[in-house]
């Protein structure tokens, strides 16, 4: 069970906001991770391909990293000035077009500085000003830039859920969340379930159900929350991505035949399990009598 790490008392209300503001900023470079970090993972893929097949690398012609270039307008390459880059403020003053261009903006990049935003203040407002909000909240963070990769890219990039994973083992010998003992089973757990739901899948279709990289998810879940929550993990994201995948293919008529990536589902599932799990898997007990 989760053990309170308690600091000096602020107000519930003042800690939720100075969390959502800080989500603000947070989110908006989210946006920018959740842009770039598969671009710099394709083209360092590209020049271990070509070392490995003792082929000439290409020279980049602009550093790519998180930090620059600096950001700017997609259409027209203007730079973006600091004022122009305010989180959900300048989208609004700038009435979602370029300040230089006047092409629209995705209305995704306030969405997800928003989205940040709201999540932080209510991860903060259930936890209180305690150790486990700072820990909980950069796990919600890297949960938004995973899901949004994996809808944009079918993909669950290692270098966020492995150093999550660890981490989730780590503050287990602290109790922070669950105990050691909880926290070790849920990891290998959580893999080998997902693990062995694939292999199974693919046995009798012949098709990949999932990737690589839901099971390392599930497995982080398992290493922060402990085992006994991950049957709630499961049925929460099959039900969440049964009820979303039908209203898709209903409402926007998509194809049943292209893939949907499992990770956002399992993100939710497992981020309402780090905040009402214990109160479902009390539900659940209740239910069944057990």
């Not at 039908?246 to 990536?261: G, L, Q, Y």
Request: some cysteine.
């Amino acid at each position: 069970m989760m053990q309170q790490l308690n600091l000096p008392l602020i107000s519930p209300v003042l800690c939720a906001v100075l969390a959502g503001l800080v989500g603000l900023l947070v989110g908006s470079f989210l946006n920018v991770v959740i842009y770039r970090l598969p671009i710099m993972m394709r083209r360092n893929w590209r020049k271990e391909c070509l070392a490995y097949l003792e082929l000439d690398a290409e020279a980049e012609l602009e550093l790519f990293n998180l930090v620059l270039p600096l950001s700017r307008c997609p259409h027209c390459s203007a730079a973006i000035k600091p004022h122009q880059n305010i989180p959900v403020i300048s989208y609004i003053f700038l009435k979602g077009q370029c300040a230089n261009c006047h092409n629209p903006i995705s209305p995704r990049y306030p969405t997800i500085e928003a989205l940040t935003a709201i999540t932080s203040a209510m991860v903060a407002w259930h936890f209180g000003y305690a150790g486990q909000t700072v820990f909980a909240l950069a796990l919600t963070w890297s949960l938004i830039a995973l899901s949004f990769i994996d809808i944009d890219h079918h993909l669950l990039p290692d270098s966020i859920t492995l150093p999550m994973l660890w981490l989730g083992l780590l503050l287990s010998l602290f109790d922070v969340y669950t105990d050691a003992h909880a926290s070790i089973i849920g990891a290998v757990a959580g893999y080998l379930v997902l693990w062995s739901v694939y292999h199974l899948f693919k046995l009798a279709t012949g098709k990949e159900g999932m990737g690589y990289g839901d099971f390392k998810l599930l497995a982080l879940f398992g290493a922060w929350l402990g085992w006994q929550y991950l049957p709630a993990i499961i049925l929460l994201s099959s039900l969440v991505g049964s009820v979303l995948g039908i209203t898709m293919m209903i409402v926007a008529k998509r194809d049943h035949t292209i893939p949907i990536p499992f990770g956002p589902y399992l993100a939710v599932a497992g981020w309402i399990a780090l905040l009402w799990g214990n109160d479902i898997n009390q539900l659940y007990l209740r239910s069944t009598g057990l």
